[in-house]
């Protein structure tokens, strides 16, 4: 599930009607407590961006990603924060970071990729696949 508040709600990333094109960013070793210690998840984070925004939005994804970093390392986040609603809490938080860093025009909505998230490949999206490429 993506958040995406240019619709308002939850959303797949695939919605009819949802133009624009995604740019995933490079894994993430996310910090979590547990009673024995520190322990890293991996994230992986896609950006979706309005059509007509490539150039501005691309250029932001180095300091998106350090925001994001930032914002993760200091939400003392726990295991239950990776799974169930709170997985969706979590990339609304850092939609929300995105937008603090940026600004509402260049990034239309975020998600976090799981085990069942299509693959962006040349095939399937070859735009948003040259762009993930190209803007890391």
Excluded at 9 to 26: F, H, K, M, P, V
Excluded at 89 to 106: E, G, P, Q, T, Y
Aim: charged share 20%; glycine share 6%; net charge negative.
């Amino acid at each position: 599930m993506a958040f995406s508040p240019a619709l308002g709600a939850e959303d797949s990333e695939g919605a009819i009607g949802y133009t624009g094109y995604r740019i995933q960013l490079n894994p993430m070793m996310v910090p979590y407590k547990t009673p024995s210690g520190l322990r890293y998840e991996v994230l992986t984070v896609r950006l979706r961006l309005p059509e007509g925004n490539e150039r501005p939005g691309c250029w932001m994804i180095p300091i998106i990603h350090e925001k994001i970093l930032m914002y993760l390392y200091e939400a003392n986040l726990t295991p239950a924060d990776f799974q169930g609603q709170r997985r969706e809490v979590l990339a609304k938080n850092m939609f929300d970071a995105v937008i603090r860093a940026s600004d509402r025009s260049l990034y239309t909505g975020l998600t976090l990729v799981n085990d069942n998230s299509e693959p962006i490949t040349p095939e399937t999206d070859p735009r948003s696949a040259t762009l993930t490429t190209q803007c890391k």
